[in-house]
């Protein structure tokens, strides 16, 4: 892929709603599609990795890093209580050598990015109805009563954020269908597509999860 120009991929959506599940299945089938580690200042969950879900690295650590010009976009994301940031050592690089890179980031993230990358091929996961948020938030059990309201009305606010993006799935109760939906959305935009399918269900008879009324548009700038 070297001889062609990287692409980079946004991938976001409400708290709770499928994006990491999503993410993880999309990077075992697409051997070409290269995430960024995000860095953070919010504590790991249980089970995650350092270098590998996030860069975890303190306050101060991510200030100097902010000033120093470290990061290509940057926020403080629910209630302004921790910093995320996309690191330009996991995005610019990757994209000269010809990479797609996937950024995992919220909505004002993306505004930023697409400041810069007009190009950029943005995706917004919404779920079917609200309340599946809270169910699954509530699910996976890992952010306080306090935390999840938290990221409950942060998510009211970004669900009427999705018109910024080029694209819209809905990952309802099928997330094989939202990720085969996202999958063809690569592929149409010029993602190579792997050798063989590893796996089945993504070839079966899924319709696209597109919201009925929210069907794919192009804004003038971005690729298609
Ligand atoms: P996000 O990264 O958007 O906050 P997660 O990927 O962590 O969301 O998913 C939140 C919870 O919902 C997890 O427990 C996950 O297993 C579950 N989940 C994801 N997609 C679906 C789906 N389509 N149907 C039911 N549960 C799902
Ligand atoms: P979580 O704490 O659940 O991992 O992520 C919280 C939110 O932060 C999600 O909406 C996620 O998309 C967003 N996020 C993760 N990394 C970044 C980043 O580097 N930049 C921005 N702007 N948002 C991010």
């Given amino acids: 892929m070297a001889n062609r120009p990287g692409k980079l991929v946004v991938l976001s959506g409400p708290s709770g709603v499928g994006k990491t599940t999503i993410l993880r299945l999309l990077l075992a089938d697409l051997p070409h599609l290269i995430p960024s580690v995000s860095a953070t200042t919010r504590p790991p969950r249980v089970g995650e990795q350092n270098g590998v879900d996030y860069h975890f690295i303190p306050a101060e650590e991510f200030e100097r890093r902010r000033s120093a010009g470290d990061f290509l976009e940057c ?15 996991e995005v610019t690089p990757r994209l000269a050598s010809g990479e797609w890179v996937v950024l995992e980031i919220d909505v004002e993230g993306t505004l930023s990015i697409l400041a810069r990358y007009p190009d950029a091929i943005t995706i917004f996961v919404e779920p079917s109805h609200p309340d599946q948020l809270l169910e699954r938030l509530r699910g996976r059990g890992t952010e306080s009563p306090e935390a999840m309201a938290r990221r409950l009305e942060v998510a009211h606010r970004e669900l009427l954020q999705s018109h910024h993006y080029q694209h819209r799935v809905v990952n309802d109760n099928d997330v094989a269908a939202s990720v085969t939906a996202i999958e063809r959305i690569l592929f149409e935009a010029g993602l190579p597509e792997p050798a063989a399918k590893p796996r089945q269900h993504h070839t079966a008879d899924h319709a696209p999860s597109h919201a009925p009324d929210h069907s794919p548009h192009t804004p003038s700038g971005a690729q298609t």
């Fill in 75 to 89: 926020c403080q994301v629910y209630g302004r209580q921790y910093w995320y940031g996309t690191l330009v050592d």
